[in-house]
């Protein structure tokens, strides 16, 4: 079966701003031309990145922004989920309602691959001590129920 016929591995590498999601991305993908900077923010849009090896693709790596309001979006899908069965379709919803919602638009980047499917690499920082921004996104994570790897 070609590659095109079956649906590769994905994951989206989410997490902080500037914590070095890009980095890892461009490290697993072997890919120098992915944008890397120090300022926050520099990546907006989620961007595909294949892992290839033999000129065989094995895997696509999803590079995301940064979550921006993890909290309200923790807050905003606790008070429109009746139980844990539905948590991934809330999650959902709330990237289909807030699509064109600016405030949101980071979270809805780095949702929108993980609700169509793709597995989830959260990046930390070790050296940052552990808070409650870093709470609100593992609980949105696991909320969609896709497995993760931090």
């Given at each position: 079966m070609n590659e095109t016929a079956q649906q590769l591995p994905r994951f989206a590498v989410v997490g902080h701003p500037n914590k070095g999601k890009s980095s890892v991305v461009a490290t697993l993908a072997q890919n120098d031309s992915i944008a890397i900077a120090m300022e926050p923010g520099t990546t907006r849009d989620s961007h595909r990145y294949p892992?290839?090896?033999?000129?065989?693709?094995?895997?696509?790596?999803?590079?995301?922004?940064?979550?921006?309001?993890?909290?309200?979006?923790?807050?905003?899908?606790?008070?429109?989920?009746?139980?844990?069965?539905?948590?991934p379709e809330t999650v959902a919803a709330f990237?289909?309602?807030?699509?064109?919602?600016?405030?949101?638009?980071?979270?809805?980047?780095?949702?929108?691959?993980?609700?169509?499917?793709?597995?989830?690499?959260?990046?930390?920082?070790?050296?940052?001590?552990?808070?409650?921004?870093?709470?609100?996104?593992m609980n949105i994570l696991r909320w969609t129920g896709r497995p993760s790897l931090a």
């Amino acid at each position: 079966m070609n590659e095109t016929a079956q649906q590769l591995p994905r994951f989206a590498v989410v997490g902080h701003p500037n914590k070095g999601k890009s980095s890892v991305v461009a490290t697993l993908a072997q890919n120098d031309s992915i944008a890397i900077a120090m300022e926050p923010g520099t990546t907006r849009d989620s961007h595909r990145y294949p892992m290839k090896v033999d000129d065989t693709t094995l895997y696509e790596l999803i590079d995301t922004p940064g979550f921006q309001r993890p909290r309200k979006v923790l807050a905003w899908l606790q008070g429109h989920s009746l139980s844990a069965s539905d948590r991934p379709e809330t999650v959902a919803a709330f990237v289909t309602q807030h699509a064109d919602d600016p405030r949101y638009h980071d979270e809805c980047e780095l949702l929108r691959p993980i609700v169509d499917g793709a597995g989830i690499i959260y990046v930390v920082d070790g050296s940052v001590p552990y808070n409650r921004e870093h709470e609100a996104e593992m609980n949105i994570l696991r909320w969609t129920g896709r497995p993760s790897l931090a």
